[in-house]
């Protein structure tokens, strides 16, 4: 019997050990944040799980009064979400509302601004010195202006001066800025040259950076409702960029109540606070980020350049060199975004579909330390794959290889 | 780099939360069967977590001899797969094979023949009744032909008096034919009066039914490589008719030298070589789809199965006039789609399949308060929870759920 026993006993670690696939090591949560804008009466902890359901793990609301501010936290805390704090009295009295809060579980950070001009920044400055004369620890979230807005806008000369004002004199620990490139049949020109702008300078600032996916409508340009291959192209073009957090715009949609505000549609959740396909999407999208994130989070970007027979993007680099563990990447002419990200022993290939509305043909020959990455992090030989494969519109394909010894 | 790996820690101690959400409740998974799985030389552990982490749980190909059946069963069992056996001693030993094989736990059934002509019928069904006089616990498998082949093909005019005589021949469980729809640009004209001629004998039978979805290609016609879309489409138009296993056309490409009738298959989930297509990919995540929402129709009854949309309803088929009692509005804007409604139990469930495999669709639904919609992983929420208007993608299904009527 005790031979029998020791068998089973075999047999069971046997299929196991043939069953434990190789896995991306985790290496924490990317942070999902939201600009949630759930209204004040619907404040409730299904409303908060439901957040937590849709993979967003931090999120804004305006809170009226610090009561109100408390009560959100509270309920953050028991659906498993952080929140970045934003109501009067912190702004009123930062000092002691970041005293009150700075502790509580489920505090994110603080929403100090979003889009300011430049003449704001002293005045934001004065204010988050203010926050951190108590709270070191926290995120201080102020969300800059994309490259096309207006010189009134911005209020500079340039938008590389703008964003330079900002690095230098906000106190912030993350760079955000929001662009929504994917409209109904395009994408808007500059979005990749932002990208460029923005890793650059928040890599010479020390800083990592956040950036957007739009998970609503706001005008008729934009594609509408959202498609997972246009949120997908959107967040792996940015985190190919080396993005470290995610934001959506927005969560649940705003209805003008005077003329000059947003006709805000399209959301995961609509106006009359129903769920919309949008928010089996945004779940779906946000479980794909956490799968890869030990490919993105923590990783320093060695380079990203553009390939395809049309004209690459402005201030973008064309395609010219691979790494050497890959010996072909053939996109048959077609746009296409090549990341190369070192994340300590392991170096990602990430190659992202820049056609929203297409699938394209990638072809990747590798030597044998290459492998494939999987949507779900499983991490397998890339020569169990055919070489060439069809990538779905927006979509990503990622490699791996030992990182060089320097 | 300090900053980065602070914002990091703040996510990594988030507090959890107990999650109470409603699911589908668990019958069992609907069984999943490949066709030429794993050809003989590649019989080894790991192709077989392979195909097992694609999501299929039975395995069905052809070997030259027994003995090779017996490494593929044995291989088989330690990657968690059954399999429908098949090798010439089970044809001239049924009984020596049948014994051989009877207590292998990877077993599940015996492959006699694929779209046997009505001439072959008689004599399969002696051959299944000599192998069940001695294995009454495993199934025999027979797959038929579709209703688009022609006469020499079935060896009769008349396909309704094909499939009625294999029933009656043949000591089958189910019965499993094969057709693959999906075009370039269009669905085959006779698919869905296909699905309801075999789920209709099935049902007078008393048999539950499996059908295919094609998971490569065989001519320049179908779609190639098989589309996520394509696929749904198939697998939820069989399930919402009421299908208890799917079957996918194949598994590993088999080129002309060795293939039947020297078909030049390509893009199945393994090629020829050898190596994962982006249908793998495909296909394990299709594969997880059917087994989530195998509590919507896993022994399933089919109550009703109707077609809507401004344009000709399929041959053979019916038109929806009519709607359960909870559901109080559904429109498709005069899209094409298919509208089942199955009881399981104590629940009902509605299924509403996107019929058109390049576009979607949008579907509205009003119920009454006990309507509720269930997620494709398997959670259920109040429908109330969502718009009354959504967008439906290409082939895909959207379900609802409510109290059976107690009779």
């Not at chain 2, 056996?85 to 030993?93: A, K, Y």
Request: charged residues 20%; aromatic residues 10%; glycine residues 6%.
């Amino acid at each position: 019997m005790t031979r029998i026993n020791s068998l089973i006993a075999f047999f069971v670690f046997l299929v196991t050990l043939l069953c434990a696939q190789e896995k991306l090591a985790n290496k924490g949560v990317m942070p999902i944040n939201a600009y949630a804008f759930i209204p004040m009466n619907q404040i409730n902890l299904t409303r908060f799980q439901e957040v937590k359901e849709s993979g967003i793990n931090l999120f804004i609301d305006n809170f009226p009064d610090i009561v109100a501010m408390k009560n959100g936290l509270d309920l953050a805390a028991k659906a498993g979400v952080k929140l970045l704090i934003s109501c009067p009295e912190l702004k009123n009295d930062p000092e002691r509302t970041a005293a009150l809060f700075m502790n509580h579980p489920a505090m994110g950070g603080y929403y100090i601004y979003d889009e300011p001009g430049m003449a704001l920044f002293p005045e934001l400055k004065k204010w988050c010195k203010r926050i951190q004369s108590v709270d070191k620890q926290h995120l201080l979230y102020v969300n800059i202006w994309p490259d096309f807005a207006s010189p009134s806008a911005l209020q500079a000369d340039s938008y590389k001066a703008y964003v330079t004002e900002f690095l230098k004199e906000l106190p912030v620990q993350v760079v955000s800025f929001d662009y929504y490139p994917v409209m109904s049949n395009r994408l808007s020109k500059s979005w990749y040259q932002n990208l460029e702008l923005i890793s650059a300078e928040s890599k010479k600032a020390g800083l990592p950076f956040w950036a957007f996916a739009l998970t609503s409508n706001y005008d008729a340009e934009h594609i509408m409702p959202q498609t997972l291959a246009a949120l997908r192209l959107q967040l792996f073009s940015n985190l190919a960029y080396g993005a470290q957090g995610i934001c959506y715009y927005e969560y649940w949609d705003r209805t003008p109540t005077s003329a000059a505000q947003e006709d805000d549609r399209g959301g995961p959740i609509n106006a009359a606070g129903k769920r919309t396909v949008v928010f089996d999407r945004v779940k779906q999208m946000s479980a794909e980020i956490q799968a890869l994130s030990p490919v993105f989070l923590g990783s320093k970007v060695i380079s990203v350049r553009h390939t395809g027979k049309g004209m690459i993007p402005a201030g973008t680099i064309r395609m010219t060199t691979l790494p050497k563990p890959i010996k072909v990447l053939d996109t048959n002419g077609a746009p296409a975004l090549v990341s190369v990200l070192e994340n300590g022993e392991n170096t990602f290939l990430v190659v992202v579909n820049k056609d929203f509305t297409n699938s394209i043909n990638l072809t990747v020959y590798g030597d044998e330390s290459v492998k494939k990455i999987l949507k779900d992090g499983t991490i397998v030989p890339a020569a169990a794959y055919e070489s060439s494969l069809e990538l779905d519109p927006g979509d990503v394909s990622v490699y791996m290889f030992p990182t060089e010894t320097r | 780099m300090k900053k980065y790996l602070y914002i990091n820690l703040l996510f990594c101690l988030l507090p959890g939360y107990a999650n109470s959400q409603e699911r589908l409740p668990s019958k069992g998974e609907i069984p999943i069967l490949a066709w030429y799985s794993i050809p003989s030389t590649e019989t080894t552990v790991e192709r077989y977590l392979e195909m097992k982490e694609a999501g299929i749980t039975y395995q069905f190909n052809g070997y030259s001899n027994a003995d090779e059946v017996q490494k593929a069963l044995d291989v088989a069992q330690k990657a968690g797969i059954k399999m429908v056996i098949s090798c010439p001693e089970l044809r001239t030993d049924p009984e020596k094979t049948v014994k051989r094989f009877i207590n292998h736990p990877a077993l599940v059934g015996y492959h006699l023949q694929d779209e046997p002509s009505f001439s072959q019928l008689k004599g399969l069904g002696e051959w299944g009744r000599q192998i069940l006089s001695i294995d009454k616990k495993h199934f025999c498998y027979v797959n038929l032909f579709p209703n688009h082949a022609d006469s020499t093909q079935l060896g009769v005019k008349d396909y309704m008096q094909y499939v009625k005589e294999y029933i009656k021949q043949i000591p089958v469980k189910f019965i499993s034919f094969d057709y693959y729809p999906i075009m370039k640009d269009h669905i085959s004209k006779t698919w869905y009066q296909n699905l309801e001629q075999v789920s209709g004998e099935a049902s007078k039978a008393g048999l539950p039914f499996w059908a295919f979805t094609l998971t490569t290609n065989y001519d320049d016609n179908h779609v190639t490589p098989q589309t996520l879309a394509a696929m749904r489409l198939q697998v939820y138009s069989d399930l919402a008719y009421g299908a208890q296993g799917i079957q996918y056309f194949t598994y590993w490409s088999a080129t002309s030298p060795n293939a039947p009738s020297g078909e030049d298959q390509r893009g199945a989930p393994i090629s020829a070589a050898g190596k994962r297509s982006v249908v793998y990919d495909r296909v394990k995540l299709m594969s997880q789809e059917i087994k989530t929402l195998s509590g919507v129709f896993l022994g399933s009854k089919v109550v009703s199965v109707r077609h809507t949309g401004k344009g000709m309803i399929p041959g053979g088929t019916i038109r929806l006039t009519t709607l359960p009692k909870e559901i109080k509005v559904l429109d498709t804007n005069g899209a094409p789609a298919l509208v089942s409604v199955l009881e399981n139990g104590e629940n009902t469930f509605l299924v509403i399949v996107n019929k058109d495999f390049l576009n979607s669709i949008n579907v509205t639904v009003y119920g009454d308060e006990s309507l509720k919609k269930v997620l494709k992983d398997g959670t259920v929420v109040p429908a109330t929870a969502y718009e009354n208007s959504m967008e439906l993608d290409p082939g895909d299904a959207e379900i609802f759920m409510f109290p059976t009527v107690k009779k």
